[in-house]
């Protein structure tokens, strides 16, 4: 079974599906995802054959949406609801290096409220993921993001102190680069040290 995250415009979907990372193809079925509020997303589906896995590929990038309903509004599957607490910025350590400029401006519009999973090391928050909603929040002046609890795997750890050894240790230390250039250094960055510990 092959399931793909579409990034690119593509007919099949909305324009604001794509933007907003909710459009998924297993098997040749669309599955688009619409965050209604911080708990919940509409599912749109082709074929319901795939359903659960299309929702624990979109939960893996989304753990905060804890319930799915159809466009009736009708319950497709719940699960058990995480807890949010506020943080301020600074106060969030991150375990990348860089922000996509193009995602910046491409979630720019749509994002306004500022979800940011976290784990707990050494005593300190640390950001899992939610880089480009961080950056969205401070270059929009937002002091504060709401976050939740999300188990982390070894490389958590490995890149935060990374990202430290290159002296960024907060959001507003992540330099905006552009497309091609993220996707070369971060890729490069991810591939060499999931070959060197594998």
């Not at 990374?162 to 959001?171: L, M």
């Amino acid at each position: 079974m092959k399931i793909e995250r579409i990034e690119e415009y593509d007919k099949r979907f909305e324009k604001s599906i794509i933007d907003q990372h909710g459009a998924y193809v297993i098997n040749d079925e669309t599955y688009a995802f619409q965050v209604l509020d911080r708990n919940t997303c509409r599912v749109t589906f082709s074929n319901i054959n795939y359903l659960n896995e299309a929702m624990e590929e979109f939960r893996f990038f989304a753990g905060h949406v804890s319930r799915f309903v159809d466009q009736k509004g009708h319950i497709l599957k719940e699960y058990e609801q995480v807890s949010f607490f506020d943080m301020r910025l600074e106060e969030i350590y991150v375990s990348q290096f860089y922000v996509n400029e193009e995602k910046v401006k491409r979630l720019l519009p749509y994002i306004d409220e500022f979800l940011i999973p976290v784990t707990k090391i050494d005593g300190k928050i640390v950001s899992l993921d939610g880089h480009t909603r961080m950056k969205i929040a401070q270059l929009k002046g937002i002091s504060h993001v709401s976050c939740y609890f999300e188990d982390a795997g070894d490389y958590a750890k490995d890149f935060m102190e990374e990202a430290q050894r290159r002296g960024i240790f907060h959001v507003f230390d992540m330099p905006l680069l552009p497309k091609q250039e993220y996707e070369e250094k971060w890729h490069r960055f991810c591939d060499d040290y999931f070959n060197r510990i594998t």
